[in-house]
Each structure stands twice: as structure tokens, then as C-alpha cells.
């Protein structure tokens, strides 16, 4: 690097370093800081005592700890249901349809808006359920409480566990097994000793990911979890919608801040000792050896096959239930629901495509610079922990920050699309940033030493050497952005209004008012536009001469 | 014609760990024109910093670099007119062979034709005619480095900067690729420094060889020189295999010098004026050294025998030294078994005398 174009290159860095800095002030830490002081003051003065009466309340302390129970053992399900997919998968030598069931039974769940497969449990376990009321003839199925929470949340949340899981396993490889069974080891020892002992850190990464997951899920608890079962994130909800308690809202949304910036500090300790190397290319093929006997080979994919039926049973159902007249009820076919969805629902799909569509730019140019900046600037490091903590905090608190903070002068953004944007860019961009540092940290430094030794100045170098290198973090950005802006729910429900609204808002409607074929027909529809912009945004990157980046970081809503 | 000099060339640098680091010390170095010169060393002996202070890429903490007379000290990298051929190719992966030798022409902005014309003619020249539309992960490593060869030779560098090229390749291709750089240099005629760990490769490829230690050059000179005079027990032991002896100095005999090794006498012939009862050290390379069946003169025991096809390595016990003899192409009936008794020969003409320490 010669001296002077560093020199060059200095005040536009230094300009867009002071903005994003700035951004990140007022769109993190401000609002962080405006709920800690909603919460610890009372008419401009400090005073803690609402707050301590409010943790007194028997309900606040019930919700925190049925919100850590269900966290808990959605991390473990989760993680058990993870581990057996990303192992079959690593181990079990499986064809490619199966790869491909798998594959898709795993996506679904991470493109679906939030409320889906608690719709569809619904249908399936409801009072007037396909398997409760049709198949065994009950008439009075309890299907919420904390057991369908439970299963809904770890079949919505397990896929996270198998991304995370799924490089590892295939990174230790078979051939480690095999020199521990040349070295006398029985299958079981060696899988014992040898496999779980180097997975360990993955399976901690893998529940701390799901914990977190469950502990800002929104969506599921608000339909299945019923009366007896108040989580933190809907009964702050509650507060803020039902009782105006704005105050009070506040003061839940922060005691779930607590765990999750721990889990949060735990994971990224976790992460950091493990090595990125075997993520993100290839991988090494799997020799699947004799790691895997032949019976215990149709036990794993018996499991997954068991899964991924389930999962499928479940969409299928939902399908159905978008095209029938009344589900359970009236069987007959019908596109009432989908004229439901492109009439009434027309204002939110055109806000939500809207506010998605200038997040999605935004969205994927900022995770570019943030990651390229973070490996290149003093304070990088500080860089990129606040520019997480968006991500890393539940919904509920991010949302309720922005009503408290966005709520007057100077900065008035209540019932602007804007504060949507916002939120989504400084919540979802993290995924774009990682993927974007993980990319660099794989251009070795000679490549653009390289470029400069072939005459290039540093201009020429970024344009025409690293830009098109990083180009698939910028896609991969734009997805994720984009996925999110059409499923997120949990921070947004406070942030919409009567100017600009979501189709996620209008599921939770339609699921209040009992209206659950629209409902269904809605979810479909979202899944059905994410499918087609994500793989749109595939092909375009190929045309741009790009390959498509492994996420370095598995997404939640 | 081009030449490089570098002058009093310090590099320091500060490791978290171990604080200031010399890498470089007090370089002097003048490449001829169109001379093939390496840089010899183990890692860490500071050759691939000297090269990348060449190349602009490092600046150093004091001394100058001069190409073709020209102070470049202070001139950014992309202003050097170089050509630099990376350990790991540096290949750009998302372009195509064609566009990566292209690319140095494309920043120099000739015309589409003339790029084309140039970007054809090297690749026909690195053997690699029809390889223009391949990525280069569809390459092998041969064929990655003659690309990464072709780029860096395309944009007529006046310099020719290279850093390990051959280290990832196998030892066969190694061979073969050196052979190909040493005749493209010598056809082209671009003075060139060429960085390497390996002693063989040196030899094969340099006119001259600088040996590195520590920072500093310990010696520089044709292969033939450095091997048959060394200036050091360093640069003795680092080119080829060697015998080092630790001896005093007792008392001269005609053009020889006597020395004593643990009671044993040997002449060395040397013009070397020493004062009795120095402490010195004599080397001996294993080709030099006889071995015969027991009789008078120097006794031995053979520890090892390794038979070699063209040749047959013996290990011996002298005094108290294992010594490294190599016979080559030996007589079918001369074996000496490990364990016994033979006697060695150490020429007054193959024995030198070094520096201790």
C-alpha cells in the first residue's frame, strides 16, 4: 500500500465512518438508552419504584420464568433435532431427493412468517383439528399450553441448530472416526469420544441460538401458548396494546434484555474460539467410512424422514386450509381467502413490498460497508459489536426502544414508514456484515498487492478486485433483509399504524378475529414472494458472474 | 538495461508479542542487469522482506532501493513498474486466465487490440494457448502458477519479483517450472530476484545467490563459489551437506597448516597465517571424504550405510564426530558394513578452514 493513496482514500473513509457511526447512535444506542430511562424515571424524575412494583407482580415474574423454561427446552429439542439432521446428513451417506427433502424441510421454516406453524398446529391439534377432531374424533382438543408451544417453536427454530451443526460435523470428517476405530475403538466410543467431545462447542452455539430464538419469539407463544402460559414478549405486548402501560411495557421488555445480552456475550465468546476455516468454501466431502452402521443408517433417516413429514404435514395443511371454505368445517374449494388477501389485505402487501424494497438496498449496502470497515478502521472491533446488538436483542425491546425513542421532537418517526426501514436495516443487516467480514478474511492479502504490483492505484483495486469479491455478501444481504421484511413481526408490531401497516400485522388480525383462512392464504402468499424474490436475487448474482455465499451467520426473526 | 541497488536496507517492526523485530539489517545489495539473483535462507531470515521492499509493498525503516538508478524508496507500488509472482499466485479469482494476464494492460490503458495481441503471445509463451477463457480454479497448480508468471511478465516490468513460486507445487513440477522460469528470464532478459528456501532450487536457477542469516547477507556469489568457499560455517552447512571440525591450529608444514582434531594430526592446505593454538574449524564436503578398508592412516567406524542407486551415504564415528561421506557410483564389491572398522581420507585439498562460532 503506497502512502499516499492511503492518504488518498482517507476523508471518504473517514466520512462514511463518521456516518455510520452516527447512524448506529441514533438508531442502537439511542433507543436503548431512551427504554432504560422510561423505565427508571417517572414524570422526568428518577424513580425505580413503578419499575420494582411492576417486577413485583406475580405475572411479571411468572412470564420471566415460563419465557426461560420455554427457551430452555426449545434450546435442547431444538438442538437434539438439529444434530440428528446435520449428522444424518454428514454421516448416513443419503441420496440426493433425500438431501433435497431435508434441504427444503429445513428452509421452510426460516422463510415463513413467524405465525405459521402455529397456524397450521391450529388446524392440526385445534378444537376442530385435522388430527384432533378428524382423525381421533375429540371434541374439545386443548391444543395451547406449553407443550404445542414447545414443538411448534423447535420445529421453527431447529433449522438454526442445523446450519450451525452441519459445517462442523462435515469439518471433522470421517476420518477422524476411522483412526479412532484403527486405533480399536468401537463405533460408539469413537462417536463418544471422539465426534460429540470436538462438537461441543457447536451444540452450545447451537442451543444458545435457539434459547435466544425462543426467548424473543413473539408470534408462537401469542397463538399456542394460551392463558396459563404468559411469556415476557407477549404479556410486554399486552401491556403496551391492551393496557397503554407504555411504562410497563418498557419495564418487561428490559428484563428480557438481561438473558439475552447474556446468551448473546456467551455465544460470541463461543464463536471466537471456534475457527471459521472449514466454513463458507466447500467443505470437505464427508468420507462417510463406517461410521454409521447399516441399522442405525435407517434409524437417522427414519428420524429425519419423521420430521420432515411432520413439517410437511403441516404446510400442506395450511395450504389446504387457504382453499377450502372453512377449515373443518366446509371443505369446499375455493379462492375466497386469496380475494380476501388481494382486496382487503392489498394496503398491507403494497406498505410491506414498499418498506421491503427500500430496506432491502439500504439494508445490503450498509452490511457491505459496516463489514468492510470493521477489519480496516481503529475501533472496528467496537464497530461491530454495536452494530450487532440490534440483532442480538429480542424484537420486543428493539421495538418498544424505537416507540419510546422515535416518539417525539427532534426525532418524530412514529407511524412513518421510515422507522420500519430502520429498524429492519439495523436489526437484519448483521447477517450481511459477517458474511461480508468472512469474505475478506478469505481474500488473501497478496490479492490485492497483486492488483497494486500490476499498476492498479487503490481506486481501481477495490472496483475492479474486491467489489465484485465481496459482491456475494452484498446478495446475500439483500435476502436476508429482504426475507425479514416480509416475516418480521416481533419489533414491528409496535412501529406500525394506521399510514403504514404489514401483512405479518394483518395474520396476527386475521388470527384474532378467527378469520384463519385468510390467515393461511396471507402466510402462502409471503412464502410464496420470498421464494421468488430470493431466488431471483440468486440468479441475478450468477449473471453478475457471482457465486453465492454460505450465510455466515444463521438468522432468527 | 535495468539494475537494482539496495543500500544500507533496515526494516524493523513492532510484533505484539516480542516487541521490535529486525527482519532486515543493513542490506547491500546491487543486482546486475538482467542477472537471475536469489535470495537464499531459512524462514524468517528476512529474504521475503527485502523483496517486498523491492516491490514497494514495504517501506523500510532506513536505507534506499534503486531501481535502474532511479530512488524508488518512497514510490508507491503500482508506480514501480514491477512484475511480482506471488507464493499462492494471487491469481484474481473471479476473472478469467485472459482477464488476469490482461489486467496489468488494462490499468496501463492500451488498446483493445494491442491487449489482446500481448495477452495471446504470453500465454502461447507459458504454454498455455487455449487456456484464455478458464477460471482459475479450473486450473491445476502448474498451470496456476504459469498463469500468475504470464501477468507478471506481460506488462514488460523492468523488475521481476519472485516470492516462493514453486513452494506449493510437487517436487517433479518443481523441477520443471524452474527450468521454464530460468529460460523465459534469460529469453525476456528482465533482471529478476528471485526468493527461496530451497538450496537445490537456487543453485539450479541463479546466476548469483545471496545467502541470508539473520537479516543480513551473509554471503553472495555464484552457486560454484558459495559451494566450493564458503565464507561461513552458516552459509557451509545451509548450501549442500557438510562436515564440520572443530581444531587447533598447531603448526604449518610447507603450504599446509597442521591442525590437531582430539590427538589426530591433519594437513590442511591454506594460505591462512595463524598463531599456534588457534582455535579454528575445518569443512569438509561428504564427496571429499575417502573411505577404504582398515589400514594406516585415519580410523573410523561405520555407524549408518545407505545404499542410494547412484550412490552410497556412510555415517561414520570420528573422533568424536558423526561424519556424512558420500561415494558416488561406487564399485559393486565396496561395502563397509555398520559396526566396522575403516580407515577415511580427509585431503589437505577438499579440507577448509572457517571462522569458529
Redesign the interface.
Known amino acids: 500500500?503506497?502512502?499516499?493513496?492511503i492518504r488518498a482514500a482517507d476523508p471518504l473513509r473517514t466520512a462514511v465512518l463518521g456516518l455510520i457511526w452516527l447512524l448506529l447512535a441514533l438508531f442502537v444506542v439511542f433507543p436503548l438508552l431512551m427504554l432504560g430511562l422510561r423505565a427508571a424515571t417517572d414524570n422526568g424524575t428518577f424513580d425505580l419504584t413503578p419499575a420494582l412494583n411492576a417486577l413485583r407482580q406475580t405475572n411479571t415474574l411468572r412470564a420471566f420464568f415460563n419465557s426461560l423454561l420455554l427457551a430452555t427446552l426449545v434450546g435442547l429439542l431444538g438442538t437434539a433435532l438439529g444434530f440428528l439432521f446435520a449428522f444424518t446428513v454428514a454421516r448416513a451417506r443419503i441420496g440426493r431427493t433425500m438431501a433435497w427433502l431435508l434441504d427444503t424441510a429445513t428452509l421452510l421454516p426460516l422463510i415463513s412468517p413467524p405465525f405459521t406453524t402455529s397456524i397450521a398446529f391450529v388446524f392440526s391439534f385445534g378444537p376442530r383439528g385435522f388430527i384432533s377432531h378428524g382423525v381421533l374424533g375429540m371434541t374439545n382438543a386443548q391444543v395451547y399450553g406449553l407443550r404445542s408451544t414447545l414443538v411448534a417453536e423447535a420445529l421453527t427454530y431447529f433449522p438454526l441448530a442445523y446450519m450451525a451443526l452441519r459445517p462442523m460435523l462435515t469439518a471433522i470428517g470421517g476420518n477422524l472416526e476411522e483412526m479412532a476405530f484403527s486405533l480399536g475403538s468401537s463405533r460408539w466410543r469413537a462417536f463418544r469420544t471422539v465426534t460429540l467431545k470436538l462438537t461441543v462447542p457447536g451444540l452450545a452455539n447451537a442451543f444458545l441460538l435457539l434459547f435466544a430464538a425462543s426467548l424473543a419469539d413473539f408470534a408462537t407463544p401469542l397463538i399456542l401458548a394460551g392463558n396459563d402460559l404468559p411469556v415476557l414478549p407477549t404479556e410486554a405486548y399486552l401491556q403496551i396494546t391492551g393496557m397503554f402501560d407504555l411504562k410497563g411495557g418498557a419495564v418487561l421488555s428490559l428484563l428480557l434484555l438481561v438473558p439475552a445480552l447474556l446468551v448473546f456475550l456467551l455465544q460470541r465468546r463461543l464463536v471466537a474460539r471456534r475457527s471459521y476455516v472449514t466454513m463458507g468454501g466447500k467443505g470437505v466431502r464427508a468420507t462417510a467410512g463406517d461410521s454409521v452402521t447399516p441399522n442405525l443408517r435407517w434409524v437417522l433417516v427414519g428420524g429425519c424422514m419423521l420430521v420432515v413429514l411432520l413439517i410437511f404435514y403441516l404446510y400442506g395443511l395450511l395450504a389446504y386450509a387457504s382453499l377450502v371454505q372453512a377449515f373443518g368445517a366446509n371443505g369446499t374449494l375455493t379462492l375466497a381467502h386469496y380475494r380476501v388477501v388481494f382486496t382487503q389485505g392489498m394496503p398491507a402487501i403494497r406498505d410491506t413490498l414498499i418498506i421491503g424494497a427500500i430496506a432491502m438496498p439500504l439494508g445490503g449496502l450498509y452490511g457491505v460497508l459496516v463489514g468492510s470497515l470493521v477489519g480496516r478502521v481503529r475501533g472496528g472491533q467496537a464497530l461491530e459489536l454495536v452494530s450487532m446488538i440490534n440483532y442480538a436483542l429480542p424484537g420486543t425491546v428493539v421495538g418498544i426502544g424505537y416507540l419510546v425513542a422515535f416518539n417525539t421532537p427532534p426525532f418524530l418517526m412514529t407511524g412513518t414508514a421510515a422507522i420500519i426501514i430502520a429498524c429492519y436495516i439495523f436489526r437484519y443487516s448483521p447477517s450481511g456484515i459477517r458474511t461480508t467480514i468472512a469474505l475478506l478474511a478469505q481474500i488473501?492479502r497478496?490479492?490485492e498487492?497483486?492488483?497494486?504490483?500490476?499498476?492498479?492505484?487503490t481506486a481501481?483495486t477495490f472496483r475492479?478486485?474486491m467489489l465484485?469479491?465481496i459482491l456475494p455478501a452484498f446478495f446475500a444481504g439483500l435476502s436476508v433483509v429482504f426475507i425479514r421484511s416480509m416475516t418480521a413481526i416481533s419489533a414491528t408490531i409496535f412501529l406500525v399504524s394506521i399510514h403504514w401497516t404489514l401483512i405479518t400485522v394483518r395474520i396476527l388480525e386475521n388470527m384474532t378475529e378467527l378469520s384463519l383462512g385468510p390467515a393461511a392464504a396471507f402466510s402462502i402468499f409471503v412464502i410464496a414472494v420470498v421464494l421468488v424474490v430470493t431466488k431471483g436475487l440468486e440468479v441475478l448474482l450468477r449473471l453478475l458472474?457471482?457465486r453465492s455465499a454460505e450465510l455466515m451467520m444463521v438468522e432468527h426473526e | 538495461m535495468v539494475d537494482v541497488r539496495l543500500e544500507h536496507l533496515s526494516a524493523e517492526f513492532t510484533h505484539p508479542a516480542r516487541g521490535t523485530v529486525v527482519a532486515v539489517r543493513e542490506v547491500d545489495l546491487h543486482v546486475q542487469s538482467g542477472e537471475l539473483l536469489t535470495l537464499l535462507g531459512p524462514s524468517g531470515c528476512g529474504k521475503t522482506t527485502v523483496l517486498r521492499i523491492i516491490a514497494g509493498f514495504q517501506v523500510p525503516t532506513t536505507g534506499r532501493v534503486f531501481i535502474d538508478n532511479q530512488d524508488v524508496t518512497t514510490i508507491a507500488a503500482n508506480r514501480r513498474d514491477i512484475g511480482f509472482v506471488f507464493q499462492n499466485y494471487a491469481l484474481f479469482p473471479h476473472l478469467t486466465v485472459q482477464e488476469n494476464v490482461a489486467y496489468g494492460l488494462h490499468v496501463r490503458h492500451l488498446a483493445a487490440a494491442d491487449i489482446a495481441r500481448n495477452v495471446e503471445k504470453v500465454l502461447q509463451l507459458v504454454d498455455l494457448a487455449g487456456f484464455g477463457p478458464r477460471l482459475p480454479d479450473e486450473l491445476s497448480g502448474g498451470q496456476q502458477q504459469r498463469v500468475a508468471l504470464a501477468r507478471a511478465v506481460v506488462i514488460q516490468p523492468r523488475v521481476l519479483l519472485f516470492d516462493e513460486p514453486l513452494s506449493n507445487l510437487d517436487a517433479k513440477l518443481r523441477v520443471q517450472m524452474r527450468g521454464e522460469i530460468r529460460e523465459l528470464q534469460r529469453v525476456l532478459g528482465i533482471t529478476t530476484v528471485y526468493v527461496t528456501h530451497d538450496q537445490e532450487e537456487a543453485m539450479a536457477i541463479s546466476d548469483r545467490i545471496a545467502v541470508m542469516d539473520q537479516g543480513r547477507i551473509a554471503q553472495c556469489d555464484t552457486a560454484e563459489e558459495l559451494y566450493r568457499r564458503p565464507a561461513s560455517s552458516f552459509v557451509a552447512s545451509f548450501l549442500g551437506r557438510t562436515n564440520l571440525l572443530d581444531a587447533t591450529f598447531v603448526g604449518r608444514d610447507g603450504d599446509c597448516a597442521i591442525l590437531d582434531i582430539e590427538g589426530q594430526r591433519l594437513p590442511v592446505r591454506t594460505a591462512a597465517a595463524l598463531e599456534p593454538g588457534a582455535a579454528v574449524r575445518a569443512m569438509i564436503r561428504p564427496e571429499a571424504v575417502g573411505i577404504g578398508p582398515p589400514g594406516t592412516g585415519l580410523r573410523a567406524s561405520v555407524l549408518t550405510r545407505t545404499y542410494l542407486g547412484d550412490k552410497v551415504e556412510y555415517v561414520v564415528r570420528f573422533a568424536s564426530y558423526s561424519l556424512h561421506i558420500v561415494r558416488f557410483n561406487p564399485a559393486e564389491n565396496e561395502r563397509f558394513e555398520p559396526g566396522g572398522e575403516v580407515r577415511i581420507e580427509l585431503p589437505p585439498d577438499g579440507l577448509q578452514l572457517l571462522p569458529r562460532g
Do not use: C, N
Open positions: 500500500m503506497s502512502v499516499l493513496s488473501d497478496s490479492i498487492e497483486a492488483s497494486t504490483s500490476l499498476g492498479a492505484g481501481t475492479r478486485v465484485p469479491l458472474g457471482g
